[in-house]
């Protein structure tokens, strides 16, 4: 498909176990966020990749939260020893790379619904 | 407080009536996101703007940068417009977005 996609839509599992999520931006799509949305809220950031570099990693939780994108496509969010306080939904975005200033939309996958027991 | 608040929460309304929604931000943006979210969780972009106002379609948004404020307007709702609005911004020389917490709307038959 022409989107961002995100596997697996559904996740569960239980607390201590490690997760990992995936995300296949947009092809040609050079920067890719991740975002965390706990039921009811708006989304919140955790971390950006222009390409394969981690440029801003400051929403990320804690350190059980990692993220990489080693050939600047796929994305792989993994969240170690897992805690009921990270059931959330998560969702990457993928945009074109900030052109002479403008700003680029971001293009959001349907999220990873993640829920921790 | 949040940085980007959006009101109200939650707005239900009937079929054919004029929606506002209204979105006030603390921070400089270099641009603002209208977006919506259907149940399930996907994310759809509606407008992007850094000044005066955009039209698609019986969408309207329009951004006072002086206020600090921005609205999204629905004229002829329609019960597939139920969905959460989201207002987002874009601090200055930043990639991520800053995101409200949402309007749920409901428009009933």
Redesign the interface.
């Known amino acids: 498909g022409a989107g961002v996609s995100q596997s697996p839509r559904y996740k569960v599992a239980k607390r201590g176990q490690d997760v990992a999520l995936r995300c296949d931006p947009i092809s040609g799509h050079v ?1 890719l ?1 991740w ?1 965390q ?1 706990a039921l ?6 955790l971390t ?1 990749f ?1 390409n394969e570099a981690q ?2 990693k400051s ?1 990320l939780p804690s350190d059980r939260f990692f993220a990489e994108r080693p050939e600047g496509s796929v994305s792989t969010l993994k969240i170690q020893r897992t805690q009921q306080e990270d059931s959330a ?1 998560y ?1 990457c ?1 993928s ?1 074109l790379a ?1 052109d002479r ?1 403008l ?1 680029q ?7 990873t ?1 993640l829920s921790i027991l | 407080k949040n940085e ?1 608040e959006q009101s109200p929460q939650n707005l239900t309304a009937q079929e054919g009536e004029f929606i506002t929604i209204n979105c006030s931000y603390s921070v400089g943006i ?2 603002l ?1 209208w ?1 919506q979210q259907h149940p ?6 509606l407008f ?1 703007l ?1 000044s005066g106002k955009k039209k698609h379609g019986r969408l309207i948004a329009t951004i006072n940068i002086q206020e600090k404020h921005s609205s999204l307007h629905i004229t002829a709702s329609h019960p597939r417009d139920s969905a959460v609005y ?1 207002c ?1 911004v ?1 601090p200055p020389g ?9 309007t749920r709307l409901t428009i009933n038959p």
């Open positions: 920067s966020f975002y949305q009811g809220q708006g989304p919140e950031f950006y222009q440029l801003d929403g939904v969702l975005a945009s900030r200033g700003n939309p971001q293009h959001f996958g349907d999220g619904r | 980007v270099s641009a996101h977006l399930g969780g996907g994310i759809v972009s992007m850094s989201i987002a874009r930043a990639q991520k977005l800053v995101f409200g917490q949402g």
